[in-house]
């Protein structure tokens, strides 16, 4: 397995059409907005999406969703006591070695293995090389809510329940920006190389596969492009904002509400000496 040598900086543009991009459980599950109406998807929901897709991908996992477990683990701790001898290692670094080893999200995002009660080890906390920010709309978005009936009656004679109906929101168009980059100085402590960096890269790509649900119908959620810039340098010729600012978004001048990606140019400035891969989204 080839060493991971060279910082990373990317960006993904996603694309949402009548579609929950994100619902925020604290506001009726509507679709995540700031205060200026800009539509937000949170870092762990992305997160989410590319575990997932690793799982899709073969991958070990630590942090499945319930539905996604692939080793009848009913709980992380159940999933750490499934390792041969994790639970007995004392020390905190042989911990983590072993964690970042077992799981390829361990090693990628970090984990914090709050454990207690048949581990021998105290709490321990890694740290991960790879980090991404929020996604944030380009532009503010249009939340449409539409009254739906959410429930029938299972029998006839039981009449409707009281919860029959119900509230669907989603996000009319937005055009959504995800940042992130990938560590050199951590990705050597948790293991992370270039393999790993590979299949991030995938996952980014292929965000939305397997991913469709009502709220969520197939093609409603599509990754348009991936910028992949690579340094030539641990620490890279320049800062990640630098980098992200490289890549120039906006309205076309005859359109005042967008749309479709198609009302927007997208435009990428060179920085000497720094590759940039565009990746055609799925």
């Not at 999933?79 to 007995?88: D, I, N, P, T």
């Not at 906390?125 to 978005?141: K, W, Y």
């Not at 920006?177 to 393999?195: C, D, Y």
Request: aromatic share 8%.
């Amino acid at each position: 397995m080839a060493k991971f040598e060279n910082k990373v900086d990317f960006a993904v543009l996603i694309s949402v059409t009548n579609a929950n991009s994100n619902g925020d459980p604290l506001n009726g599950n509507r679709p995540r907005t700031n205060y200026n109406g800009f539509g937000e998807i949170s870092d762990v929901c992305i997160k989410r999406k590319i575990r997932n897709r690793m799982q899709d991908l073969g991958e070990r996992i630590f942090v499945q969703s319930d539905e996604r477990s692939d080793d009848g683990a009913k709980c992380l701790k159940d999933r750490a006591k499934k390792v041969e001898g994790l639970s007995k290692v004392k020390d905190p670094d042989e911990f983590a070695k072993i964690a970042c080893r077992e799981w390829t999200d361990v090693r990628t995002f970090g984990q914090v293995f709050a454990v207690q009660g048949g581990f021998s080890v105290p709490p321990v906390g890694i740290r991960g090389p790879v980090s991404i920010h929020q996604a944030v709309s380009l532009d503010p978005v249009e939340v449409i809510s539409m009254q739906i009936t959410k429930s029938v009656s299972f029998d006839k004679t039981d009449g409707k329940g009281a919860d029959t109906m119900g509230m669907k929101h989603f996000v009319r168009f937005g055009l959504y920006e995800v940042k992130g980059s990938i560590n050199v100085q951590l990705a050597g402590k948790t293991g992370f190389n270039k393999e790993d960096a590979e299949i991030v890269k995938e996952c980014l790509r292929t965000l939305f596969v397997n991913d469709a649900s009502s709220a969520r119908p197939d093609g409603s959620m599509e990754v348009i492009k991936l910028f992949w810039w690579e340094h030539n340098c641990p620490d890279g010729q320049y800062s990640s904002a630098k980098v992200h600012r490289s890549l120039k978004l906006s309205l076309k001048e005859d359109v005042s509400a967008p749309e479709s990606v198609d009302d927007y140019d997208i435009l990428r400035e060179e920085l000497e000496g720094l590759h940039c891969e565009e990746i055609e989204g799925m």
